[in-house]
């Protein structure tokens, strides 16, 4: 089975790698993403590629931009990447890249949750509400919320952390009326996809979206949409309010590095087979649970 770590085109401009996608330039208005099968946990880069995640992830947030495009368009243009790249180079790019609009990036993520779970379940434990959103008192760990909340975090350099933000934070960064509108759009993409999702036996627990701007000052939904990546997506069967579920996602790389000595920096240990080979089963079923595709 063969993986793609890094991305080697040689046919476009190199603009810049992310911890998963390669970015390229197609002429000045438009971006090749290539998402390679890289993996970072704790906002560390692994060392091994996990066979098939770049076409699980493409493939996922395809399905989810065509399905939520009436609620916000999104920055697919329906040109084939490879026609962009040359012949020899369509292998690195075939079921693992977009030509999409070049946007201007909005540098807030827009975070729904809509259950207690990770970072929320510890603030909310601490301060009694998630990134200065007042919860009701008593909620339990995988609790749902009452109604979904939203939770900006600033994006961060490569290999730092995201850093969660106030609302008003949010506001005094990029302005109250965008700030608002993003905030409604996320809510609204949150839970049409839950409804769907609860329809195919799967919770979304909370997400993340990001935004750009083209040259009109038009919204446009960019990078990746509820991916295994960007989402907490548990098996309904599975769900018990108090405990976290099996999550279809990294966990087991998360899980097997918690057992590891080591400090959450660079260089992460060697991943074994293993656990290489039950992330990218983890993967591929989220994409066939969610979507009822397989792998093209």
């Known amino acids: 089975m063969s993986t793609l770590y890094e991305s080697t085109l040689r046919s476009l401009p190199l603009l810049g790698r992310g911890k998963v996608r390669d970015n390229y330039?197609?002429?000045?208005?438009?971006?090749?993403?290539v998402t390679t099968d890289r993996l970072s946990a704790f906002d560390v880069i692994m060392?091994?590629?996990?066979?098939?995640?770049?076409e699980v992830l493409n493939q996922m947030a395809d399905f989810w931009f065509e399905k939520l495009k009436?609620?916000?368009?999104?920055?697919?243009?329906?040109?084939?990447?490879?026609?962009?790249?040359?012949?020899d180079e369509v292998g690195q790019v075939k079921g693992r890249a977009v030509v999409v609009k070049r946007l201007e990036p909005i540098l807030v993520e827009a975070v729904v949750r809509g259950y207690l779970a990770g970072s929320g379940w510890k603030d909310y434990q601490?301060?009694?509400?998630?990134?200065?959103?007042?919860?009701p008192t008593g909620l339990q760990n995988a609790q749902k919320l009452p109604e979904p909340i939203f939770t900006?975090?600033?994006?961060a350099e490569m290999g730092h952390h995201d850093e969660n933000i106030t609302y008003e934070e949010m506001e005094r960064r990029i302005g109250t009326e965008l700030s608002r509108t993003i905030k409604e759009i996320s809510i609204k993409?949150?839970?049409?996809?839950?409804?769907?999702?609860?329809?195919?036996?799967?919770?979304?627990?909370d997400t993340k979206f990001e935004f750009g701007l083209d040259d009109k000052g038009q919204l446009y939904l960019m990078d990746e949409a509820l991916t295994a990546d960007s989402s907490r997506?548990?098996?309904?069967?599975?769900?018990?309010?108090?405990s976290n579920p099996p999550s279809f996602d990294k966990q087991f790389v998360r899980d097997w590095l918690e057992t590891q000595p080591w400090?959450?920096?660079?260089?992460?240990?060697?991943?074994?087979?293993?656990?290489?080979?039950?992330?990218?089963?983890?993967?591929?079923?989220a994409l066939e649970r969610l979507t009822g595709q397989k792998l093209a």
């Open 189 to 205: 993409l949150y839970k049409e996809a839950a409804d769907y999702a609860a329809t195919r036996g799967i919770i979304i627990a």
């Open 263 to 285: 400090k959450k920096e660079p260089p992460a240990p060697k991943l074994p087979d293993e656990v290489l080979e039950k992330t990218s089963a983890k993967y591929q079923e």
């Open 47 to 54: 060392g091994e590629p996990i066979p098939r995640k770049g």
């Open 25 to 33: 330039a197609v002429g000045d208005d438009k971006l090749l993403i």
């Open 126 to 135: 601490a301060t009694g509400a998630v990134c200065g959103v007042e919860l």
């Open 70 to 87: 009436h609620v916000v368009p999104n920055h697919l243009t329906g040109i084939a990447p490879e026609t962009v790249v040359s012949a």
């Open 152 to 155: 900006p975090a600033a994006k």
């Open 233 to 242: 997506f548990w098996p309904a069967d599975q769900y018990q309010v108090g």
